[in-house]
Every structure is written in structure tokens, then in C-alpha cells.
């Protein structure tokens, strides 16, 4: 079937609907409206819900949908996913416990954990005492278990034992309860066990539950694992080069003066030649056979070329090819799911199972959509129209693809409705006074963010300023306007309020922006609560304070987008962080694993009084060291960086003692870094940049169309509120990923939620 519903490229600006529309009163005030009517409501209420849930990304788990416990199972469901923001608060917590947790290696060896940070250079984020420690693990751990268990409620136990993420988080989880066992028996009955100071498992674990448990973590954990085989690939060519070019620089120098210092044997020379080949000693590891002959630059110089630059790129190439295509199928995996959900639907309109819907069954089916989309009334006569419309085959009847291709109208077309707000729900009298919808009006009103925020923001990075010059002059007059900064994080915490009674929650949360914001807030909360509680800023300081305020003010990016020449680079930049945030989950998580690794290797080595300091390269970079856990996640980001890696890593082979342990622990980070894990960023963001310049272009040419007056007159006639077809986000992920070889039927496949 070809023809849409609504045949219309129409939008409103900034997807808001009429003053009709965005306040007249959903049917139904609850909170939960798909659970309601997966537990109460009718099979085309039901369908209706199933409808809504396939085109706002979310599916449903493929093995209950053909259960004949569908509509238990169902609500099971969205009471998880509507706790989204408890789960999403208690991995934050479970990912801050490395930060907070005393390193093993000091437990006992000072009067005051981990001694004098001076003297061992730690974070500044501070520790706590590990019988309060645990208490807190604890409380998380339950948290943990109550999101990785709650799925037997909705999947049974036999579905549950049988899907690999349920088994691999549960005995991940199991290991995490035994490991804190462990350290309570320890710490609170004395109990013989295996010291603290021996490896935990605990910092290990928690990175790999959140990277298995979170379901966008785990999607692109396994699109990056599915890119290793190509890696492996071009690794060993790589490999090869390697080995070949440093037996031949062994040969090659093998009596003059460049052999004797730089390559005494092979295996230095072979790892010489690979810091070369990240650029890190570059020239000064072929200085001395350059400064004894000119011609022997030749050969570094064709090194160069070819590994540094070409097989470097060509690793490059090669990975996002790879990371396109399994993008392609993550995005093919979806539609299948959309697909599924859409069928379950059909068999709920489909009560008698005939194969196929009539129009009094669509009829329906559009009045219940009107809970969830802002579908506009249609006359019988009209409906009659479409339905003959939709019947490709004649028969006056609507087969199953028929179904997907009027759901497909619908999902893309018409705008979804907002959840009512709970102040809506709780005390509609006070939801609905004068004065309180004046405030919802003023509020809601895009002028609201365009102009009153804005002018805050500006009003703020002007206040910044002034007080950073200050600060930086150490004048009197600088403590009057940090108490200014201080009022502009009331002023934002009380936007924050305002927004979410207006507007609900949900609706307020399903903004990334809002999300962003909302965060920020809190923490600004948090911070200025704890000044009014202790004014000697033993706990919190307006330092911290300003930065979160300046953080705030990211949001004048948006004003360079009024600006054509730089609305491409912005708008890549504002798409592209939403969309890469589980990427930066599973780099984080990258990072968090190796950081915990490096404690246990070398934390506490690097200390101003140790004598063997002084001979290493770590003598001028002291500060970054794996001596706690937050100075190791700055280490391994300046590896990442390629920042003089192999100094540390000499060092550290000095410090320890273990120097073939010290190489393979860098040797390992530096290949999977910086060839893999890093290279996927790269490529990612050119190549979305390329592509959001195709779509600037693509709409201009579609603004142009739309000036050209053509408006389809049954979109006139019924007042429809649509949409685009898709939103910027999706359609910059469609046309960057939507032609690999996940989407090779593409022509056949439903178009992109």
C-alpha cells in the first residue's frame, strides 16, 4: 500500500498543537492510561495502547505477546518502564560508589585513609567510611535486584531463565550479594575472611551490571563487540606490519649507533616501533640514526606512511563500516518488534478472527486512538473514503499490512498527546483556576524559553564573567556577585518547578534538554541547600555551584542556530549527544574497567617520598596516578589522548617490579582505546556531520515545497494535528544507518519509528 492516511507534509511549528487541542482534557485523567486499559479496557482499547507503545520506540518484550496472560503481562510492563527514572537514579548511584569507595590498597595502612592526599596525590572526591559505605552498597544492591528481578513478574520464571541478558545480570548480581557479604562479615562481626585489602570484585561488577542491565548500554555494548571480528581483521594486518617493520629496523640498525641505543634487541625494538606508530616518540626515537645519516629517515618516514597514516585510517574505514552496518540491524531488530506489536494489535481488533478488519472495527479503533494521538474527528462519509483508500485489494476489507500501513499514518502523522499532569489528576480545582492557568499558559508559551530563559541565560554568563575577572583579581567587590550566581540557581530550580507542574513529569522528562536542565537543578539544589545548612562550606562550595551554572548556560547553543553558517555544525552537535549517550556509556564503562584494574596493579605507588620516583617520567606527571578512582579515570583519559603513554608506562614497569605485567596492562588499553573504542566516535561524528549537511539541504528544498502553498484539503478540513514525518533525530539516524546491511529489504521493511 502506497497512500498514507494523511497525505500531508504539514507541521506545526515545533510540533505544538492548536489551543484547542493542547487543552482540551485527555478522555481518561489516570496516570497510568495504557495500564488502565490493558487491565480494564476493551480488545480495541487494548489495540489502541499497543498502537501508541510501537511507534513511541519502546515495543514489548517478544515473549509475552502471545501469551493468553497478555493484558496482566502488559501492565507488569509499563509499571517497569514507568520507573524508569528510579532505575536510572540507582545505576547513577551504583557508577558513583567506585568514586566514594576507600582504595584497597590504604584500607589499613594509615591513620586516615590512603594518608595525606598530598602526599599521594589523590582526587578530590571524598571518601566514605566503610561502614557507612556498605550501608549505602546495601541500599543500592536492593534497588538492583528490584529492576533485574522485576521482569519475572511480566516473563515468568521459565522465560526468564531462558533470555541470556536475565541469566548473565542475575549471576552477575549474585556475585555483587556475595562479594558484600564478604565485606560485612569482615567489617561488622570480624569474621575470618579474606581481607579487605585482597582484590574486591565489587568495582568490576558494578561497571559490567550497568553495562548488561541498562538496555541502551547493552545495545551499543554488543553493536561495538559485533565490530571486533572486522577489528581483528585489520588488526592482524596490522600485527604483521608491525613484526615485519621491526625486524627489519633490528636488521637494518642492527651495528651502528641508532641499534646499540634505541634497538638493543627485538622485542624493544618491536615496542618502540608501535609507540611509534601512535606518534608518542616521534622523532626522538630515530634522532640518532637521522643525526649519522640523513638517508635512513627514508625508512621512518615510509613507516610512517604507511602505518601511521594509512593503516591507521584505513582501521578507521574499516571499523565504521562495520559499526553502520550493525546499527543497521540494531534498527532492523526494532522494526521486527514494531512489526510483532502491531500484530498483536490487529488480533485485538480482529475479535472474531476473520483475518481482516471492517470500518466500524477502524472506526473504533480511531476514537480509542484519540487517548494517546491527536487524531481529529472524522465523518462517517470520510471514514467511508479512507477506508476504501486503505483496501488496496478491493475487498472492503482491511488485511493485516493494510493495519500497518494505517498505523504507520498515524504513529508518524499525528502528534502524541500529552500525559495529563498530576497536579491535574490530584487537585484539578487548583490545575484549573484563573491564576493557575495563567501561569500553565505562560509557561507553555514558546516565548517563554526563546526569551525570558534566554535573557536569564545571557543575564548569567554576564554575571559569570564579571565575577570570574573579579576572582581572577582577587577584588572585595567579588563575593557581592557570586551571591548573584547564587540567586540564578533559585531562579532555575524554580523554572524546574514551574515546567513540571505545568506540564506534567512525563512530558516535561521526554525533553532532553528538560532532562539536561532537570539534573542540573537538582544538583544546583542540592549544593545550595547544603551552603544554607553549613555556611563554612565544609561539605559544599559556591565554587561547585558556579560550575553547574555555567554548565546551565550550554543551552545558548541554540542561539548560534539562528545563524545560518553555523547551524549545521550546531545542530549535528545538539542531535549527536542525545543519540551518542550510550556511547559515552560504554567508553565510561571502558574506563571504569581498566581504572579498577590499575588500582589493584599500581595504586599507591606514586608518593612523594617514594625514592624509585624520582628516576621515572612519572616524577613530572605525579597527579596522574592510579592511586584512587577518580585520578585513575583522568590517567587513562590522557592515555587515550596518546599523552607521552608510553612514559607512564615505563614508570609504572619501574614502580611496580612487574614491568611485562605494567606493558601489557597499557599495550592492551592503548590497542583497544584508541584503535577501537575511540575510532567508533570519530567516525561516528563525521560522518553524522556529513550527513546532517545532506538534510539542511534536503529541507530547504522542503520549505520551498511547503511555501508553494500545497496542503492536502482533508488536513484543512479536519483540523488534523500532524507532524513530520519522522524528527531530525530519527531521520539524521535513518539516513546515516538506514542503507547498510541491516536494511538491504529496506524497500520492504515499514519506514523508521
Not at 634522532?287 to 594509512?310: I, K, M
Not at 500501513?405 to 483556576?433: H, M, R, Y
Not at 549537511?693 to 511547503?706: P, Q
Request: proline fraction near 5%.
Amino acid at each position: 500500500m502506497e497512500r498514507p492516511l494523511i497525505d500531508s507534509r504539514r507541521s506545526s511549528p515545533g510540533g505544538s498543537r492548536s489551543a484547542a487541542a493542547r487543552d482540551s482534557p485527555p478522555s481518561a485523567l489516570t496516570i497510568d492510561r495504557r495500564g488502565n486499559a490493558f487491565k480494564t479496557g476493551s480488545n480495541v482499547q487494548q489495540a489502541a495502547a499497543l498502537v501508541d507503545i510501537a511507534y513511541d520506540g519502546e515495543g514489548l518484550p517478544e515473549s509475552f505477546l502471545e501469551s493468553p496472560h497478555f493484558s496482566e503481562k502488559a501492565s507488569y510492563y509499563l509499571v517497569y518502564n514507568a520507573a524508569g527514572p528510579l532505575w536510572l537514579a540507582t545505576y547513577a548511584a551504583l557508577l558513583l560508589l567506585n568514586f566514594v569507595e576507600v582504595p584497597s590498597w590504604c584500607l589499613n595502612n594509615h591513620e586516615q585513609y590512603c594518608g595525606n592526599p598530598k602526599e599521594y596525590w589523590l582526587g578530590d572526591v571524598p571518601y566514605l567510611p566503610p561502614n557507612v559505605f556498605l550501608v549505602v552498597e546495601l541500599v543500592i544492591f536492593l534497588l538492583l535486584a528490584a529492576h533485574i528481578l522485576f521482569p519475572l513478574l511480566y516473563a515468568g520464571p521459565k522465560l526468564y531463565q531462558e533470555s541470556p541478558k536475565d541469566a548473565i545480570s542475575t549471576g552477575l548480581l549474585l556475585l555483587l550479594g556475595l562479594d558484600i557479604i564478604r565485606q560485612m562479615l569482615f567489617w561488622w562481626t570480624q569474621f575470618p575472611v579474606v581481607e579487605p585489602q585482597a582484590v574486591r570484585l565489587a568495582p568490576y561488577l558494578r561497571v559490567l551490571i550497568f553495562l548488561v542491565s541498562v538496555k541502551e548500554m547493552r545495545d551499543n555494548l554488543w553493536t561495538v563487540v559485533a565490530v571486533v571480528p572486522k577489528f581483528l581483521d585489520i588488526f592482524i594486518l596490522g600485527f604483521v606490519f608491525l613484526v615485519f617493520s621491526s625486524w627489519l629496523a633490528y636488521v637494518l640498525f642492527e651495528d651502528t649507533l641508532q641499534g646499540r641505543k634505541e634497538f638493543p634487541t627485538f622485542g624493544i625494538t618491536s615496542l618502540k616501533m608501535f609507540i611509534l606508530l601512535t606518534g608518542s616518540n616521534n622523532p626522538d626515537v630515530w634522532q640518532t640514526a637521522y643525526e649519522q645519516h640523513r638517508a635512513y629517515s627514508l625508512f621512518f618516514v615510509l613507516y610512517l606512511l604507511l602505518g601511521l597514516y594509512f593503516l591507521t585510517n584505513l582501521t578507521l574505514a574499516v571499523i565504521f563500516d562495520s559499526f553502520k552496518n550493525q546499527l543497521g540491524y540494531a534498527r532492523k531488530a526494532i522494526e521486527e518488534n514494531k512489526r510483532r506489536v502491531l500484530s498483536r494489535a490487529f488480533s485485538f481488533v480482529d475479535e472474531q478472527k476473520r483475518g481482516f478488519i471492517d470500518s466500524d472495527q477502524l472506526t473504533a479503533l480511531m476514537n480509542a486512538l484519540n487517548l494517546y494521538r491527536a487524531v481529529p474527528h472524522i465523518e462517517k462519509d470520510d471514514m467511508r473514503h479512507i477506508f476504501l483508500a486503505l483496501d488496496d485489494s478491493g475487498d472492503y476489507k482491511i488485511q493485516e499490512d493494510e493495519f500497518s500501513d494505517v498505523c504507520e499514518a498515524i504513529g508518524t502523522k499525528f502528534i502524541k498527546l500529552d500525559e495529563p499532569p498530576f497536579l491535574q489528576i490530584v487537585a484539578p480545582g487548583v490545575f484549573n483556576s484563573r491564576a493557575f492557568t495563567a501561569v500553565r499558559d505562560f509557561v507553555k508559551d514558546p516565548r517563554f524559553d526563546r526569551y525570558v530563559m534566554t535573557s536569564v541565560l545571557l543575564a548569567n554568563l554576564v554575571t559569570v564573567a564579571i565575577e570570574t575577572t573579579l576572582d581572577m583579581e582577587n577584588l572585595p567587590s567579588q563575593a557581592i556577585w557570586q551571591n548573584i550566581e547564587y540567586v540564578f540557581g533559585w531562579v532555575y530550580v524554580l523554572e524546574a518547578l514551574l515546567k513540571v507542574s505545568a506540564l506534567g513529569f512525563c512530558n516535561y522528562w521526554r525533553q532532553g534538554a528538560n532532562r539536561f536542565d532537570f539534573l542540573i537543578t537538582w544538583i544546583i539544589l542540592i549544593g545550595q541547600t547544603a551552603l544554607i545548612l553549613d555556611p563554612h562550606q565544609t561539605v559544599a562550595s559556591k565554587e561547585w555551584i558556579r560550575y553547574l551554572l555555567i554548565g546551565r548556560m550550554l543551552r545558548l547553543l541554540r542561539l548560534l542556530t539562528y545563524i545560518e553558517r553555523y547551524r549545521a555544525i550546531v545542530n549535528t552537535f545538539l542531535k549527536l549527544v542525545p543519540a551518542m549517550g550510550p556511547l559515552f556509556g560504554v567508553l565510561f564503562g571502558f574506563l571504569s574497567l581498566f581504572t579498577s584494574l590499575g588500582i589493584h596493579l599500581f595504586g599507591g605507588l606514586v608518593y612523594e617520598s617514594n625514592p624509585l620516583l624520582k628516576s621515572t617520567p612519572l616524577s613530572d606527571h605525579k597527579p596522574y596516578n592510579f592511586n584512587d578512582y577518580s585520578a585513575g579515570m583522568v590517567t587513562l583519559f590522557n592515555l587515550l589522548c596518546q599523552a607521552s603513554w608510553q612514559d607512564w608506562m615505563e614508570g609504572y614497569a619501574v614502580l611496580s617490579g612487574h614491568r611485562a605485567l605494567a606493558r601489557a596492562f597499557f599495550l592492551t588499553f592503548i590497542a583497544l582505546g584508541t584503535y577501537l573504542v575511540m575510532n567508533v566516535f570519530v567516525s561516528f561524528v563525521m560522518e553524522a556531520f556529513t550527513v546532517e549537511m545532506e538534510l539542511a539541504a534536503a529541507e530547504k528544498k522542503e520549505e520551498a515545497w511547503r511555501s508553494g502553498g500545497r496542503l492536502n484539503l482533508s488536513v484543512a478540513r479536519h483540523g488534523a494535528n500532524v507532524r513530520p514525518e519522522s524528527s531530525p533525530m530519527e531521520r539524521l539516524m535513518d539516513k546515516m544507518f538506514g542503507e547498510g546491511e541491516g536494511d538491504e529489504d529496506k524497500d520492504s521493511a515499514d519506514p523508521g519509528v
